[in-house]
Each structure stands twice: as structure tokens, then as C-alpha cells.
């Protein structure tokens, strides 16, 4: 009697963030990923629970690229008692010591702030996920490996990494254990699959793969167009006499957007305008990256293109007018842009430019979802900058590009899994597959779900999902329904004719309140 396989998924189940597959088989135990939770407050808090596992007894670590949903919770396997090598490629490797030491950096100013609010007295303090040192002892036991090479793990067990076009470095990973092939995706990029020389495509027992746009179909954008479309968002900018904040993702997104302003200003179609990367991060990240992007050496080299060190320079950009300031974090959750926002956002002129994916329940999807009123490390910002989203820099592969790479992968004598994704994205694309009569019908799990991985079956739900799953991958929960309460009270009440009408409207809204709680009393 073969052995059972077993797939655990600890994140990015019903949800886009918290990458984490744990899967068993052989008397091994390799997990793929092991990301941070974004969205959310309920999805975030998910960060800061106990392990759902035991790091002790991981065999392998496969981390698939360096994104922080991929790769956030990595440094919390080696503080638990984790002795597993961590297996990527060697750009990945390059980018993640930069990435995870700012992320520590970022949670300890995050946790620090959040502490001295007037509003937090007399809660339990924050407490970051892991230190600098921590991100020190995972690097230790990095292993880089090539694309296409197969590492053994023995007891008959092996993984193999073919290139997934995502990012720089990000690959897809393909695993043999107890008798089966399996495919976990990683994050896809656009085009035709990469092959590895003398190796199958396809021909997979199961296969877990993403979904971020699994209900969206992208125009096709040639990179002419998408450039000519950022002249224009800069010059209408700048011709209003504001700025321009573009959220930036520090890794790939960021060094994109500034060739595209090299390409514009080298062809005379922008004049030498200022634009300051105000992303130490992300400044790191690209000298990391120089020996992977072509013209990325040349980005060093223009005196207008403003790399901003220190925190003192950053808000002297506040009192700039006609500048373009690329800011991380790309969902407006941490980092920099976030005093940004808070200058730029009352101001008619200005506009914010979103490049990427907004996660449900992030600060850039409340913007993006037309919000008026936001809050904003403690403040209430009026919205009156326009908000707007260009086309053409997502590397996620959009609805037909997925449906097209399962179709090179195939066949698939077992299930696909569908993962990483928000439930319209993965209904979307349920329903494409479903609809193509080739695979058996496909799983969305969720979160905590433990499902048997039969050879040449469909896969066997053994566990079920955690209790609290609803809540927890809703694109609101209470903290953001309240937010959004709060602002919607605030418009309501400012729009009123007089105070006397105002101070009416407030008295009823106490009297709601006072009748809920008393009802909940009995």
C-alpha cells in the first residue's frame, strides 16, 4: 500500500496573501512558502499566531520568489527551532536579505508607533515578528539553486524549479514524492512557459495553482503604450501644479517604473522632471538587482532621479509641488508613501498612481475603491486627490494566461488546486476550468484544510478548514467596516445645513448605540 501524501494549506487559501503549503509524503515534510499575511486586520492578526505546524520537523524549505506574501514569515521558522535547509534561486536569495532586514526594520517603527497611540493605552503592546538577527540566522542556511536542477531529498523525494516568469527569480516548483508529480505554481508572469531541457512539461497527479486574476482579462499593453500612458498621467499632474505619488512594490515594480522614465526622458517625450525614489528599500533591492536588469546600472547615473535616504529628507519632499515621488509599500500598508498620502491626499491637484494588485482590505484598495475619507496612522484624510490605476506593470498573469498555463501542464490525472486568489478571481476561474471538460472538477481550499493526495485521483478532504475561515478572508471585517462607517458618519454629518441639524443626527446615532447595547444586556 503506497503512503499517504498529504498537502496542508497554511496560507494563501481563499486568500491572495500568507503563501505557506506544507506537504507530506515518504517520511518527508517540505514546505513551499512561508509568506506574510496582508489585508485585513483579522487576515494580519493571522501574522502573529503560533506556527500551525512544527518548524522542528520540516525537512525542506522551497520559497518560490522573494515577495513578502511569499516570503514575509520566513526569519519566524529559524526563531521556532526550524533546522531545514531553505532551497531558491540565487537572485531570490539576493533580494530576500535586503527585503526581510527592512521588513524587520518596518515592524519595529510600525510597533513602536502603534504603541504610543492615545487610542491603544492600556492594550497589549505590539511586538515584532522577528529582529535583524533573525533574518541573519535564515540567510544562514540559504541554498541557491539553478532552474531545471533536481534536488534530491532523499527516501525517493525530489524538487525540481522551472522558471514561473513572475519576477526575477521566482520560480514554480515541481516536486516528486511517494510515487507522485506534483505543481505548485508560485506567482506566473505572462508568455509561454519556459522548458527545462530532457524534462516533461506536463503530465502532473495535482496542481496548485494561482488565481490573483483569476476573474480579470487585461488588454494587451505594449510597453510604448504603457510608457506613453505615464507621460500623460505626469504631465496632466504636474500642469495642475501637483504631485504625483506612485505606491511603488520594491522588488521588479519599482525598477520598471523608473526605466520607463529613463526611456521617456532619453526619447525627449518628458523633459528631465525630478523623481524621487523615496524607498530605501527599494533602493537596496535594485543595487541587488543590477547584475539581473539590463539598463538597471544606468539608473544610478541621472541627477534627477533623487534616491531619499534619511527620514529628515523624505519629509522635506511635503513641501515640494510638481515632483514625482515613488513610494513603498505598493498597498499603502507601511512604509513612507504613507506621510506622503496624508499630505497629498486633501489636495485637488495631486493624484496617487496605483501599478499593481490591491489586496481586499489594504489601504490602496479603500483608495481604489473611492473611498473620500481614510485613516491614516491615526489621522482622518479627506480624499480629494484623484486616484487612478495604469495598466500594463502587473506581472501576474491575468485569466486566460492562467487557463492557458494549466493547459501546458496538462494533463492533470488528479486535482488542480486553486489558491492565492480573492473568491471572485478563484470562482472565475473554477468556472473556465469546469467549463473546458479536461480536468476533474477543481478544489478552492481553505484555510487549515488538510487534503490526501491520491496518485492519478482526485485529492481527499482529511481536515476541515478552521472555524473562523468566513471571517478571516471576508475583503471587510469589523476594524474596516468600521473605518468605513466612520467616514461615511463624518460626510453625512458635514453635509447637514446647520449645526442644530448635526448635533440631531449624532443624538440618534447615541441613541442606536445606548438601545444595541441595553438589547445585548438582556
Not at 531553505?86 to 536569495?93: E, G, K, Q, S
Not at 485529492?459 to 476541515?464: D, G, N, S
Not at 471576508?474 to 447637514?496: E, F, G, H, I, Y
Amino acid at each position: 500500500m503506497a503512503e499517504t501524501t498529504i498537502i496542508k494549506f497554511h496560507g494563501a487559501a481563499g486568500t491572495v496573501t500568507g503563501s505557506c503549503f506544507e506537504i507530506s509524503g515518504a517520511g518527508k515534510t517540505i514546505l513551499v512558502d512561508c509568506g506574510l499575511f496582508q489585508g485585513t486586520r483579522s487576515l494580519e492578526r493571522l501574522n502573529y499566531e503560533k506556527l500551525p505546524f512544527d518548524p522542528r520537523t520540516i525537512d525542506a524549505i522551497v520559497l518560490t520568489h522573494a515577495h513578502l506574501d511569499h516570503s514575509g514569515r520566513m526569519a519566524c521558522l529559524y526563531t521556532s527551532g526550524c533546522k531545514a535547509p531553505t532551497f531558491c534561486t540565487a537572485p531570490t536569495a539576493d533580494i530576500l536579505k535586503p527585503l526581510l532586514l527592512d521588513s524587520a526594520k518596518l515592524q519595529a517603527a510600525s510597533a513602536e508607533r502603534r504603541n504610543r497611540r492615545a487610542d491603544r493605552a492600556g492594550l497589549p503592546p505590539f511586538v515584532p515578528l522577528y529582529t535583524g538577527p533573525d533574518v541573519t540566522k535564515l540567510m544562514k542556511n540559504i541554498t541557491a539553486v539553478d532552474y531545471c536542477e533536481q534536488v534530491d531529498l532523499g527516501n525517493g523525494v525530489s524538487f525540481r524549479l522551472w522558471n514561473a516568469r513572475h519576477i526575477v527569480g521566482s520560480a514554480s516548483v515541481e516536486i516528486n514524492i511517494a510515487g507522485q508529480r506534483l505543481m505548485i505554481s508560485g506567482d506566473i508572469g505572462s508568455g509561454t512557459a519556459i522548458e527545462c531541457a530532457g524534462q516533461e512539461l506536463g503530465g502532473y497527479d495535482h496542481i496548485i495553482c494561482e488565481a490573483t486574476y483569476g476573474a480579470r482579462d487585461r488588454e494587451e499593453t505594449l510597453i510604448s503604450e504603457r510608457r506613453e500612458a505615464l507621460a500623460c498621467y505626469v504631465e496632466n499632474t504636474l500642469k495642475s501644479g501637483g504631485n504625483l505619488l506612485i505606491p511603488a512594490f520594491a522588488v521588479e515594480r519599482t525598477q520598471v517604473i523608473l526605466e520607463d522614465f529613463l526611456a521617456l526622458f532619453d526619447a525627449g517625450r518628458l523633459s528631465p522632471i525630478n523623481v524621487f525614489l523615496d524607498a530605501p528599500l527599494a533602493q537596496k533591492i535594485t543595487m541587488a538587482m543590477l547584475k539581473y536588469r539590463d539598463n538597471g546600472a544606468d539608473l544610478l547615473k541621472r541627477p534627477n532621479i533623487r534616491f531619499v535616504q534619511s527620514v529628515s529628507e523624505s519629509k522635506q519632499l511635503n513641501h515640494i509641488t510638481g515632483a514625482v515621488v515613488i513610494a513603498g509599500s505598493g498597498m499603502c500598508e507601511g512604509g513612507r508613501i504613507r506621510h506622503h498620502l496624508i499630505r497629498n491626499l486633501p489636495k485637488r491637484q495631486s493624484r496617487v498612481l496605483f501599478t499593481g494588485f490591491q489586496v481586499a482590505g489594504t489601504l490602496g484598495s479603500v483608495l481604489n475603491g473611492g473611498s473620500k475619507l481614510v485613516r491614516i496612522s491615526g489621522n482622518d484624510v479627506i480624499v480629494n486627490a484623484d486616484i487612478d490605476i495604469l495598466d500594463g506593470y502587473s506581472n501576474h498573469a491575468d485569466r486566460k494566461e492562467l487557463a492557458h498555463w494549466l493547459n501546458e501542464h496538462s494533463p492533470v490525472s488528479g486535482s488542480i488546486f486553486l489558491v492565492h486568489g480573492e473568491q471572485q478571481g478563484l470562482k472565475a476561474l473554477t468556472g473556465d476550468l469546469v467549463a473546458t471538460k479536461r480536468y476533474n472538477d477543481p478544489i478552492i481550499p481553505s484555510l487549515g484544510q488538510q487534503w490526501q493526495l491520491n496518485p492519478r485521483a482526485p485529492a481527499l478532504l482529511k481536515v476541515a478548514a478552521r472555524n473562523d475561515v468566513d471571517q478571516l478572508v471576508a475583503p471587510q471585517d469589523w476594524t474596516s467596516r468600521l473605518a468605513a462607517l466612520r467616514a461615511s458618519v463624518q460626510q453625512k454629518v458635514n453635509a447637514l445645513p446647520s449645526d442644530q441639524d448635526r448635533d440631531k443626527m449624532l443624538k440618534a446615532l447615541e441613541r442606536a448605540l445606548e438601545s444595541y447595547q441595553k438589547e445585548k444586556l438582556r
